[in-house]
C-alpha cells in the first residue's frame, strides 16, 4: 500500500501532482511520501504490539536526514553500519540507546565514537572484532553492551548478493564458536554479553526463513540458559520483502502472527531491523524521456535517469515498475516493447529490458516505483553525475529533503597539486 495513486490519469503523491513537482524541481527527482513511510512504520509497531519491540529502521535504506527525523520522532530507533550513520542518527536526535551498530569492518575509531555516545549496542560480527571493542572499551574504562550475531545457516530465497544468513556469507558467526564465545565470556572483561543478533537477507517475501532462523536461535537460547547464561536482547534482523512487481510478501501482521510465539518464548527485549518494509515503497524516482531510439533489433527509451542515481536494476537484475506521469487518452493501452535506458557509458545502464510499457515519446515523464529503499543511499557520482534532488510530500505540501547536487559540489574534496599547476 502506498500514496502514489492516478486522480484523472495524473499520478499523485498524496494530494500533489506529480508532474507540479517536477515542474518546479526538474529531473531526476527522488519523490517521498511521508505518510506511506510513516503508515509502513506504524503497520509493524501495531503487528508487534504484544511484545513491544524496539523498532530500528536500517539507516542504509534511506539515510535521509528528514525521513530518518520523521521516524525517530514516532519512537523509532536507529539500525547503523558506519561512523557516518552514526552521525546522521545523532544529527536527527536519536536517543543514543536507541541506536544498534552492525558491521563487519567497524574501525577502532567508529568504535570509540559509537562508545562514547553510549549506543544501545554492537551487533558483533567475528572474535578479532569482539577483541577489539574489548580493547576500546578497557581503554575507555567503559562497559559495553554486545549482542553477537549468529550466522544461523538458513536459505533467505532471495537474491544471492542479498543473502547474509549463510554459512558462505561473510556475516555473522556460527553456534559452535558462538557457544565457545558466551562460555568465555570472562576474556572480555569490559564487554557485556548481553544479546543476539541475526540478519537473514532482504527482500525475503516468505516468513518460513525468518522461522526457521529465529526457532534456530531461540533453541539456542534455551541451551545458553541451561548453561546459566542469560541474556537480555534478541535482535531478529530486517529483510521484510515488499511488492515491486508481481510479489505477494507476508505482510507485518502475518509475519508477526508467525514469529510471536517463538520471540515470546525468549522473554528477551526484542529488536527489529527493518529498512526496505518501511521506506521502499515511500518512495519514486521520476525521469523524464530525452530520445526514442530504433535500432534494426530494439527500441531503446532513453531516459535522463542512470544507473548512478538507482542502482538496484543494474547490480541486481531487480525489476522495478515503471509508470508514466500522464495516462494519455489517445495512448492508453497502446504499449509498445522498450528497453528503458539511461545516459551512462555501461550497458548495465538499464531500468528494463525488453518490457510492454505504455507508449511514451521524447519529454514525456516516467517514474520508477518502489525506489524508496536503497535507491539514493546507493547513488553515486558515476560519469560526473550530479545526484538527484530529493523532495518529501506531506498532504498538499512540498518539502525539498535534499538540494540536487552542483557541478561544485562534484570537486569541492579535489586538489590539483601544485606541481601540476606549475607553481
Ligand atoms: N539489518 C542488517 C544488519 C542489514 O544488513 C540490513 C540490510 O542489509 C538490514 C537490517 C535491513 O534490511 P532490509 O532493508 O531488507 O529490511
Redesign the pocket.
Known amino acids: 500500500m502506498h500514496e502514489f495513486k492516478y486522480i484523472n490519469n495524473h499520478l499523485y503523491c498524496e494530494k500533489v501532482r506529480v508532474e507540479e513537482v517536477v515542474k518546479k524541481y526538474g529531473t531526476p527527482l527522488y519523490l517521498y511520501s511521508y505518510h506511506t513511510l510513516i503508515d509502513h512504520y506504524m503497520k509493524l509497531k501495531e503487528a508487534f504490539k504484544a511484545i513491544e519491540p524496539l523498532i530500528?529502521f536500517?539507516v542504509?535504506?534511506n539515510s535521509n536526514l528528514a525521513l530518518l527525523k520523521a521516524l525517530v520522532d514516532k519512537g523509532a530507533g536507529l539500525?547503523i553500519?558506519s561512523g557516518g550513520e552514526l552521525f546522521r542518527a545523532l544529527c536527527v536526535g536519536c536517543p543514543t540507546e536507541k541506536i544498534v551498530y552492525?558491521?563487519v569492518g567497524k574501525t577502532s575509531v567508529e568504535i570509540e565514537e559509537a562508545i562514547e555516545k553510549k549506543i544501545l549496542f554492537f551487533?558483533v560480527e567475528s572474535i578479532p572484532e569482539l577483541e577489539n571493542i574489548n580493547r576500546i572499551a578497557q581503554r575507555k574504562k567503559r562497559l559495553v553492551n554486545v549482542a553477537i550475531?549468529i550466522n544461523p545457516d538458513v536459505e533467505p530465497k532471495t537474491h544471492k548478493f542479498?543473502t547474509?544468513g549463510k554459512l558462505t556469507n561473510k556475516?555473522g558467526i556460527d553456534f559452535k564458536t558462538t557457544e565457545k564465545i558466551f562460555t568465555q565470556a570472562r576474556n572480555y572483561s569490559h564487554i557485556r554479553l548481553n544479546g543476539l543478533?541475526i540478519?537473514i537477507?532482504?527482500?525475503?517475501t516468505e516468513s518460513e526463513p525468518f522461522v526457521a532462523a529465529i526457532a534456530k536461535v531461540v533453541k539456542f537460547i534455551e541451551k545458553l540458559r541451561k548453561d546459566n547464561i542469560h541474556l537480555e536482547y534478541l535482535?531478529i534482523?530486517?529483510?521484510?520483502?515488499i511488492i515491486y512487481d508481481k510479489e505477494t510478501p507476508q505482510t507485518a501482521q502475518e509475519f508477526a502472527e508467525k514469529v510471536l510465539p517463538l520471540l515470546k518464548k525468549t522473554q528477551l527485549k526484542i529488536i527489529i531491523?527493518?529498512?526496505?518494509?518501511?521506506?521502499?515503497n515511500a518512495g519514486i524516482l521520476v525521469m523524464k524521456v530525452l530520445y526514442i531510439k530504433k535500432t534494426p533489433l530494439k527500441k531503446f527509451v532513453i531516459v535522463d535517469a542512470g544507473m548512478n542515481d538507482l542502482i538496484r536494476p543494474a547490480l541486481y537484475g531487480a525489476y522495478h515498475n515503471i509508470v508514466p506521469l500522464i495516462l494519455k487518452k489517445k495512448g492508453l493501452g497502446e504499449r509498445e516493447k522498450v528497453d528503458v535506458v539511461g545516459p551512462i557509458c555501461e550497458s548495465g545502464d538499464f531500468f528494463a529490458k525488453d518490457r510492454m510499457l505504455p507508449k511514451v515519446e521524447a519529454g514525456d515523464y516516467l517514474a520508477i516505483m518502489g525506489a524508496g529503499?536503497?535507491g539514493f543511499s546507493m547513488a553515486s557520482n558515476y560519469n560526473s553525475r550530479c545526484r538527484p534532488q530529493e523532495v518529501l510530500i506531506v498532504k498538499d505540501r512540498t518539502f525539498v529533503i535534499r538540494k540536487r547536487e552542483s557541478y561544485d559540489d562534484l570537486i569541492n574534496n579535489e586538489r590539483i597539486p601544485a606541481f601540476l599547476l606549475g607553481i
Do not use: W
Not at 534482523?237 to 520483502?241: H, K, P, R
Open positions: 530500528c536500517s542504509k535504506a539500525d553500519v552492525a558491521s551487533n550475531r542479498i547474509t556475516f543478533h540478519h537477507g532482504s527482500q525475503i535482535n534482523g530486517g529483510g521484510l520483502g531491523e527493518p529498512g526496505r518494509f518501511i521506506v521502499g529503499a536503497y
